[in-house]
């Protein structure tokens, strides 16, 4: 029930068809979205009998709360339209409240954050000549590049949150130079430094150390550092002794467009979401990203 006495809809249970005696299946509703954290809120369960072909007859209803099913309420009337009562019931069997922990409650109880960058280095970038300003790699002048801008905006938010601030950074969609200066094929998962970098400011030094060693290549692909981040966090989730602190993984993905690999990327993104670990995806650059998405 709302404050001005009427109701709305926050629940509607599948059909049980062909039974006059019907067990429904347990639900699990946000205590806020069923009574907005009132206990004593009004409550109406409203029973229909389904018709495939017409409008669905309305059979009756319980008025009740949360608060009285909680404390004991399990079996009510069902009151029909015209207000009459002729015998029939509804059971709760079951209900309890679950407790679910906010991401704070997680920090607050000792979990770390550990923060990855993957970086975008395909062609559609533009130049891989560092001093092309219309690069969006473009290093030079006295402000950062969009993808500077993103390290620093949400590493700064992070870095609070990540005890020894120490961050595996990776590359993706460029081919590095040789030192004799020939190139190697494409790569999909690089690490810009040969170990973890230390702080934003780290992160930002890797980047900026590493764009000159880079022929800007392609095509987008994600999965193949979906995988090696998914492995590695694995591996380390399956390690760790059962009194360890837990560590939570965010993974920042920083392109200029649409992944290529679309299919392969969905397929890591489920493997990744039994570990504990979140994908940010941030786009730079004027592409239409939304647009893309909606194409595929």
């Known amino acids: 029930m709302n404050e001005g006495g009427d109701f709305t809809l926050v629940y509607k249970s599948q059909v049980v068809d062909n039974n006059l005696n019907p067990t429904w299946q347990n639900i699990r509703i946000p205590y806020l979205t069923l009574c907005n954290g009132d206990d004593l809120r009004k409550i109406r369960i409203e029973i229909f009998d389904h018709n495939r072909t017409l409008e669905d007859k309305f059979m009756g209803f319980i008025e009740t709360s949360y608060g009285d099913i909680l404390s004991g309420s399990k079996v009510f009337e069902i009151i029909e339209s015209g207000g009459d009562k002729r015998g029939a019931i509804l059971t709760v069997n079951k209900v309890e409240l679950e407790q679910v922990p906010t991401f704070l409650d997680h920090l607050a109880a000792g979990t770390e954050i550990n923060l990855i960058v993957g970086i975008d280095f395909t062609n559609s970038n533009g130049s891989d000549f560092i001093g092309d300003d219309k690069s969006l790699h473009y290093i030079g002048g006295d402000t950062h590049n969009p993808y500077e801008q993103a390290i620093a905006s949400v590493g700064k938010v992070l870095e609070d949150y990540d005890t020894d601030k120490k961050y595996p950074v990776y590359g993706f969609g460029a081919k590095i130079r040789k030192?004799?200066?020939?190139?190697?094929?494409?790569?999909?998962?690089?690490?810009?430094?040969?170990?973890?970098?230390?702080?934003?400011?780290?992160?930002?030094?890797?980047?900026?150390?590493?764009?000159?060693?880079?022929?800007?290549?392609?095509?987008?692909?994600?999965?193949?550092?979906?995988?090696?981040?998914?492995?590695?966090?694995?591996?380390?989730?399956?390690?760790?002794?059962?009194?360890?602190?837990?560590?939570?993984?965010?993974?920042?993905?920083?392109?200029?467009?649409?992944?290529?690999?679309?299919?392969?990327?969905?397929?890591?993104?489920?493997?990744?979401?039994?570990?504990?670990?979140?994908?940010?995806?941030?786009?730079?650059?004027?592409?239409?990203?939304?647009?893309?998405?909606?194409?595929?």
């Open 179 to 296: 030192e004799s200066g020939g190139l190697l094929p494409t790569q999909h998962d690089f690490p810009l430094s040969d170990s973890d970098v230390h702080g934003i400011d780290g992160i930002l030094q890797a980047y900026r150390y590493k764009v000159p060693q880079l022929s800007f290549s392609g095509p987008t692909y994600f999965a193949p550092l979906l995988e090696k981040i998914i492995t590695n966090v694995a591996s380390e989730t399956a390690a760790a002794p059962i009194d360890a602190p837990i560590k939570y993984h965010v993974l920042l993905i920083i392109t200029d467009g649409a992944v290529d690999d679309l299919d392969g990327t969905k397929e890591k993104i489920i493997a990744a979401s039994r570990l504990p670990i979140s994908i940010i995806i941030i786009g730079v650059g004027s592409e239409d990203f939304a647009s893309k998405l909606n194409n595929n």
